[in-house]
């Protein structure tokens, strides 16, 4: 133990409350709202700061673990007793426990007009697993929003991500096809995909069905990573190219071992940024025409008024977004061996 | 003794926008089968592109350029050691070892035994099944060094090899060196801007010329082998070293002044 640190901390602590006590008598945590959060972050973060030099070698791990848990538990909770008490306008800001019952309501309560909640009906589960087995299971779980959102954007990303490999390495290996594409890639890359979906619609034989938003979630995957895929394959370092050679190693034998490979990892990390740009594309288009999806929840519950369930919509779109990032660490896990060790750290 | 490999007057000229550059003026040399050779020269030189024009992986734009084959059909014709440590990253340690037989379509058994055999020799069997990225700077470059031996070539060529290590992995790994090329008996190539390191390991030693770059002098080392860290402390060594470094040393200024 440090005695130095620790009078300094004991005068802090109640120092940092006083202060508090001030700012709201003097009404400025009505007034100046924001002034005020940022005052107490600061102060906060230092009295923090200064805390955690005083923890035992041995426990600084489970401690920095404790702050960082801490630190959003208690931003959380400062918003919930804001709203709560008026301070902030719980109309656009409802309280984050109201938002968590209002998820709570998505997933058990059938929305009007879809007539199915966030995860289908699960409270159904069991019985139709008596009826009709796993695939009656699985009727429920397709029916409802998550899984609509869910469905779209995987297969976009997969539909436009194969593709976008295979030309985004013919255009990385051979310079003439890179010349003669560069250009448009780079004039449509720029284009905003979902302005094109009002053509993209009227391409399909329905132009109201999955087909046309899954079309545009490819789409744009499909130019971002044909992109982020030649520049893997531009940027493979000379001299691994030069040493494949050396040992023998061209055509098909040099692409298989030592190109690919090589590209891979910087290929997963633009897959990372198309994912999220994928979610984004496919929640727009549910913004605009959707019977379904965690887009149209959003938008719909704008429409009446319901801001806590719209939030709660965020909240699935943000669980949906760490839940395909995971999968896809999985398989980068799996893909790229040699980079296991600095993956999860 | 034959002759290994041969260039007479040999040129590189780049054709770029700006114009022509030479990188090398007039490239003549003779190296005998079982040969070490090193060459010396001032940064820029052109060194390293002579020897990747030998590797086969540049060319020539004018003189005689021929590298004889042995007997055996099999047996690749050279393999390089790179300047950078360019052991692939994406391939552990005994990967490395065995890629060149891969590529020859050598069976997975007969590779991973011949490249263990190797790692051994080298102390480094524990680190087999390590990636590059989780081993230091010398073990890499003795994994590099390997992975060319592995593949038994005719002619082994380095680049620069030691040029990113410390002084002490560099000595460490010098004797090492020597002591399977003198258990292989291949002709090497020795690229290198340090003259102790060319004096200490080769049989003779190649001055190049400031750009455009020109071999100007053969020097024959005849130090007896095999030889250790501590003929760098005898006469004949420091002898040699200054009388190479005579000439050396105006080609350093002339490339030097080239820069400005």
Same mark, same amino acid.
């Given at each position: ?134 695939? $009656? ?106 040493? $494949? ?5 061209? $055509? ?9 490979? $090589? ?83 | ?260």
């Amino acid at each position: 133990m440090n005695p130095e640190k620790s009078i300094k901390l004991s005068v802090q602590i109640p120092l940092f409350l006083l202060l508090n006590l001030v700012l709201y008598f003097l009404d400025l945590w009505t007034n100046q709202v924001l002034m005020c959060l940022v005052i107490d972050v600061i102060i906060f973060g230092k009295i923090v700061n200064d805390a955690m030099k005083l923890v035992p070698v041995r426990y600084k791990k489970s401690s920095e673990r404790f702050v960082t848990l801490l630190f959003p538990i208690l931003l959380l909770s400062i918003w919930e007793i804001f709203a709560s008490t008026g301070k902030i306008n719980p109309t656009w800001f409802p309280e984050p426990t109201k938002i968590l019952a209002s998820l709570w309501e998505l997933i058990t309560v059938p929305e009007k007009f879809s007539e199915t909640t966030l995860l289908g009906r699960p409270w159904m589960i069991l019985e139709r697993y008596q009826e009709q087995g796993l695939e $009656g299971v699985w009727k429920l779980i397709e029916e409802g929003h998550v899984w609509a959102t869910l469905y779209r954007v995987v297969m976009g990303f997969v539909i436009g991500l194969v593709p976008a490999v295979f030309c985004g390495f013919l255009m990385g290996m051979n310079k003439t096809i890179r010349l003669m594409f560069d250009s448009i890639l780079s004039a449509i890359y720029v284009l905003p995909k979902i302005a094109i979906f009002p053509i993209v619609m009227l391409v399909f034989a329905d132009p109201f069905g999955d087909a046309p938003r899954i079309a545009v979630v490819a789409l744009s995957v499909f130019f971002m990573m044909t992109i982020h895929t030649m520049g893997a394959v531009q940027n493979i370092e000379g001299i691994y190219i030069l040493a $494949g050679h050396n040992y023998g190693a061209h $055509g098909l034998k040099l692409f298989f071992k030592v190109i690919l490979p $090589g590209s891979l990892p910087s290929i997963f990390s633009g897959m990372r940024v198309a994912l999220g740009m994928a979610l984004i594309v496919i929640i727009a288009v549910e913004f605009l025409r959707a019977e379904k999806g965690v887009g149209y929840l959003i938008y719909y519950n704008w429409e009446i008024l319901a801001p806590e369930k719209m939030y709660a919509g965020l909240i699935t779109v943000m669980l949906i977004g760490i839940l395909t990032t995971l999968v896809l660490k999985l398989l980068q896990y799996l893909a790229l061996p040699w980079k296991r060790h600095s993956l999860f750290k | 003794m034959s002759v290994k490999i041969r260039c007479q007057g040999c040129q590189k000229v780049y054709r770029t926008a700006e114009g022509e550059f030479t990188a090398i003026g007039d490239a003549t040399l003779q190296i005998e089968e079982g040969q070490f050779v090193c060459i010396v020269g001032p940064s820029g030189c052109g060194k390293s592109t002579l020897l990747k024009i030998i590797a086969g992986l540049d060319y020539f734009t004018a003189g005689e350029f021929d590298v004889r084959h042995g007997e055996s059909r099999d047996q690749p014709i050279n393999n390089v050691v790179f300047q950078e440590y360019a052991i692939f990253p994406w391939r552990t340690v005994l990967e490395n070892v065995a890629f060149g037989l891969e590529m020859r379509g050598i069976s997975k058994k007969i590779r991973t035994e011949i490249a263990r055999e190797w790692l051994q020799k080298v102390g480094l069997s524990k680190f087999a099944n390590y990636f590059p990225d989780q081993i230091s700077g010398g073990m890499k470059q003795r994994v590099a060094i390997i992975r060319a031996l592995a593949n038994d070539p005719e002619i082994l060529l380095m680049d620069e090899p030691l040029g990113a290590l410390d002084a002490q992995s560099r000595l460490l790994i010098q004797e090492e060196l020597l002591k399977l090329w003198d258990e292989t008996k291949k002709t090497v190539l020795y690229v290198t801007h340090s003259l102790d390191e060319a004096i200490f390991l080769g049989d003779e030693v190649l001055l190049m010329s400031a750009n455009p770059g020109r071999i100007i002098k053969r020097y024959p080392i005849t130090i007896e082998r095999p030889r250790s860290i501590n003929t760098m402390n005898t006469g004949d060594f420091t002898r040699t070293r200054s009388e190479i470094w005579e000439k050396l040393a105006v080609e350093v200024g002339r490339s030097m002044a080239n820069q400005q």
